[in-house]
């Protein structure tokens, strides 16, 4: 699968899925330090990508707004590890179908 991972996404998150075989890209590696959270998410839509963010309205309010091709909200935890789990239980419960055009929360 293809991810695109917001500003606010810890990196390990990023090696993990690249691990996991899936592609990553990060805000910070393809666009101005200053794009607004639209330009990001119009990014994930243009590069047909699954949108991953901690910014949970203001990407709520967007994905109301588009058609997408994902959106996962990362609700941050108290251990790197515990956010890892969360995200590859999701993930493998979801799988393709069940992240396509959607809203999940990991």
């Not at 917001?6 to 899936?22: F, I, M, S, T, Y």
């Not at 790197?80 to 590859?88: D, I, T, V």
């Amino acid at each position: 699968m293809k991810f695109f991972f917001d500003h606010d996404v810890p990196n390990h998150l990023q090696e993990l899925l690249k691990r996991h075989g899936h592609q990553v890209s990060l805000v910070k590696e393809v666009m101005r330090i200053d794009a607004s959270d639209e330009e990001v998410f119009q990014y994930a839509i243009k590069n047909k990508a699954i949108m991953v963010t901690c910014n949970r309205n203001d990407f709520l309010y967007l994905a109301e707004c588009y058609n997408h091709f994902g959106l996962i909200i990362l609700i941050r935890r108290r251990t790197p590890f515990s956010e890892a789990g969360h995200l590859l239980e999701l993930l493998r419960k979801a799988g393709t179908d069940g992240l396509y055009e959607n809203i999940n929360f990991a």
